[in-house]
């Protein structure tokens, strides 16, 4: 069975500070994929990335970035300097690759980001 | 850009009502979830469907059924609602595995229920 630990549960930090959620998964599949998605105070989870598991490249976008390492079953995100608007619930997810039916998503239980000026 | 739409932000129900939570997608996607979110829990798969009258059981299926008469559309019902099914529901649709679809779940903007 697939799991998804995001031992955090809550970060505060001061704007402009940088900092990194942690995120560690367990498989025995070779191909799956892993999310983040930001949920706001608003409720609906927003998009942020996709990766699968042989593209061990760290992304970057913008102030956000991604670090996965198979090694050590890790998809961590980092935000640099930080604003008041990225404060949100952010969960990490994993899905394994099923055709024929929908394959689903195992999330993480959510780090609550809080980031004040 | 996707939209999920679920028809209410917020209901408050009779403990042994039966409740109906609506969700449409506008983007042909053939795949729908519907998901509890708890604290401390994060989602929970409860059902999806794969296709229009096609649906499967999630992780904790027990006391909701669901319904998919029209690809766009998937509703989760409760049929006799209890109050430890308060929580928030967030719906989900997917498309397909190619290059444009990706696997990516979109998300409705959730409906907190609240059984009395």
């Known amino acids: 069975a697939q799991k998804v630990t995001q031992a955090q549960t809550e970060i505060s930090v001061v704007e402009k500070e940088d900092v990194t959620l942690d995120c560690v998964y367990e498989t025995r599949d070779t191909t799956y994929y892993l999310f983040w998605y930001k949920q706001p105070p608003s409720g609906e989870l927003v998009f942020l990335i996709r990766r699968n598991s042989f593209d061990e490249q760290n992304e970057i976008s913008g102030r956000y970035s991604w670090n996965f390492q198979k090694s050590t079953s890790s998809f961590n995100f980092t935000i640099t300097a930080s604003q008041v608007v990225d404060s949100a619930v952010y969960f990490c997810a994993l899905s394994e690759h099923q055709t024929g039916t929908a394959s689903k998503l195992t999330f993480g239980t959510g780090t609550r980001l809080q980031v004040t000026l | 850009d996707v939209k999920v739409t679920q028809s209410s932000r917020y209901l408050v129900k009779r403990t042994g009502e039966k409740v109906f939570l609506e969700c449409v997608q506008d983007?042909?996607?053939?795949?729908m979830f519907w998901y509890r979110q708890d604290p401390g829990l994060g989602l929970r798969l409860i059902y999806f469907s794969y296709d229009v009258k096609m649906k499967e059981k999630g992780d904790i299926p027990e006391g909701y059924s669901v319904s998919r008469e029209k690809k766009e559309r998937f509703s989760l019902i409760l049929e006799s609602a209890s109050t430890n099914q308060t929580s928030m529901y967030l719906c989900?649709?997917?498309?397909?595995?190619?290059?444009?679809?990706?696997?990516?779940?979109?998300f409705g903007a959730g409906t907190r229920l609240s059984v009395l």
């Open positions: 989900a649709s997917r498309g397909g595995w190619g290059a444009e679809a990706k696997n990516i779940q979109y």
């Open positions: 983007m042909d996607h053939e795949n």
